[in-house]
């Protein structure tokens, strides 16, 4: 029985390597789509699209670390989690407060967007992959009983969330010139992102259960 559930282990740590592998991968071709197309076209929700996903990735490379330490049979499992879940914490608040104040400053000085038809391609294909791949976590998550990857399930589901608003702000500034919602929609994502974060950062539950 030992074996069985060691070796049912080993699988699910596997699976979250290649999930982490993916998530690397994919948020790091988002973020050099999304800066670029962000910049050319003044959008602080695109470029802080662009920042979470690069928040994404950073968090999937912390992953990848803490899965391959236990894999490895390196420091205990809750060492590597408590450490994992303050850094993802720590890419939660500082993508909130650079979006946040970006938004704040767009909005008061009236900065307005130019259309962006490479970001709304980037949001709807994200709509797509992002929700199925928050969902592959979450199981794994719960196969390791682990924390960190529920958290890194969490910034997942988040950059699904953005994708929603992101697409939102670039198509009603695109077709109706709404040119604030596309601060509206940075301080909206800015606001998840430091609750998660002060969440993270403050947990002293290492089960994800």
């Known amino acids: 029985m030992q074996i069985a559930t060691v070796s ?20 790091t071709l988002e973020a050099v ?18 920042l979470d996903s690069i928040v994404e990735a950073s968090s999937g ?23 994992a879940i303050r850094l993802v914490a720590i ?12 938004a ?19 949001a709807i294909v994200s709509l797509m ?3 199925v791949l928050a969902w592959r976590k979450r199981v ?3 196969e390791l009983d682990s924390r960190a990857l529920q958290a890194d399930s969490t910034q997942t589901t988040l950059c699904t969330y953005l994708s929603a608003i992101l697409l939102f702000g670039l198509v009603t ?5 709404w040119w604030w919602a596309d601060p509206v929609a940075g301080l909206g994502i800015a606001a998840f992102a430091a609750k998660e974060g002060r969440e993270l950062w403050t947990t002293k539950d290492l089960c994800c259960r």
């Open 173 to 177: 500034n695109a077709l109706f010139g």
């Open 140 to 142: 794994v998550a719960r």
């Open 129 to 131: 992959v992002m929700p």
């Open 91 to 102: 890419a939660f608040l500082a993508l909130a407060a650079y979006v946040g104040s970006r």
């Open 8 to 27: 049912q282990r080993d699988a699910s740590l596997h699976k979250g390597l290649r999930l982490e592998y993916f998530t690397l991968t994919w948020n």
């Open 104 to 122: 704040v400053f767009d909005l008061f000085s009236g900065a307005r967007p130019e259309e962006s038809t490479v970001g709304i391609v980037l």
């Open 61 to 83: 490379g912390i992953l990848l670390w803490r899965l391959h330490g236990e894999a490895h049979g390196g420091r205990p499992a809750e060492e590597l989690e408590r450490r």
């Open 33 to 50: 789509v999304g800066l670029t197309a962000g910049i050319a076209a003044g959008s602080v929700a695109l470029v802080g699209f662009a």
